[in-house]
């Protein structure tokens, strides 16, 4: 029996990382497949968020295809993009990795306990992107995590085989979860904000 992560663009776990580097191709075609995840959930309320991934990952695919040889990891294409006094790619990659660990945290959250998607994607707002947001995307973030569907339902739509679909969900966060902190502590240093 297939699943969510049987089918999606990518897999973080997928993604390679040499000496705490990032391929970018990879990289993007697992941060598609957290899209594709929000289909999962089913309300349109999160379009304005897969909306704002999605352009965040075209910023960083625009430069990788603009300038191929300097894109090899996301590393080499942030410190090529800050050498040229150039910044779009980069806050793209900062945006994008705080969604990923909005994301992250949540579903950690809520694989590791019993509790409705609706509270563990609050609690995940509330201590990632809430403090990076004006009233207005607060008003439809707030929106979009009280369309949480119910657990057992996002779960049934990732796979008929719960035991896999856990197993390999959370392959994927332990994944996700260490490409997000290499992302932070990277982008820290460069003094992306």
């Known amino acids: 029996m297939t699943t969510f992560f049987d089918t999606a663009k ?3 776990k997928n993604v390679p990382v040499v000496d705490n580097r990032i391929s970018t191709t990879e990289f993007l075609e697992a941060a598609e497949g957290v899209v594709q995840l929000f289909d999962a959930l089913g309300n349109k309320a999160f379009v304005p968020v897969q909306n704002d991934m999605t352009g965040n990952i075209k910023k960083i695919r625009d430069r990788q295809l603009a300038k191929p040889a300097e894109s090899g990891t996301l590393q080499a294409l942030v410190e090529a993009e800050l ?3 150039a ?3 980069s806050e793209g990659l900062l945006w994008l990795n705080r969604g990923l660990e909005f994301t992250s945290r949540a579903l950690r959250k ?24 004006n009233f207005v995307v607060k008003g439809i973030f707030s929106l979009a995590m009280k369309a949480c569907p119910y657990r057992d339902d996002f ?4 796979g008929d085989d719960q035991a896999k679909v856990l197993e390999q969900l959370r ?21 992306i904000k």
């Not at 809520?110 to 947001?133: A, G, P, R, W």
């Not at 392959?171 to 003094?191: D, G, M, R």
């Open 10 to 12: 990518g897999n973080f």
């Open 83 to 85: 050498a040229e006094k």
């Open 87 to 89: 910044k779009t790619a």
């Open 110 to 133: 809520n694989v590791d306990s019993t509790e409705e998607l609706t509270h563990s994607f609050s609690t995940s707002y509330e201590s990632t992107l809430k403090k990076h947001h």
């Open 155 to 158: 779960y049934k739509k990732l």
């Open 171 to 191: 392959e994927w966060l332990e994944a996700l979860e260490k490409i997000v902190l290499l992302l932070n502590a990277f982008l820290a240093e460069k003094n």
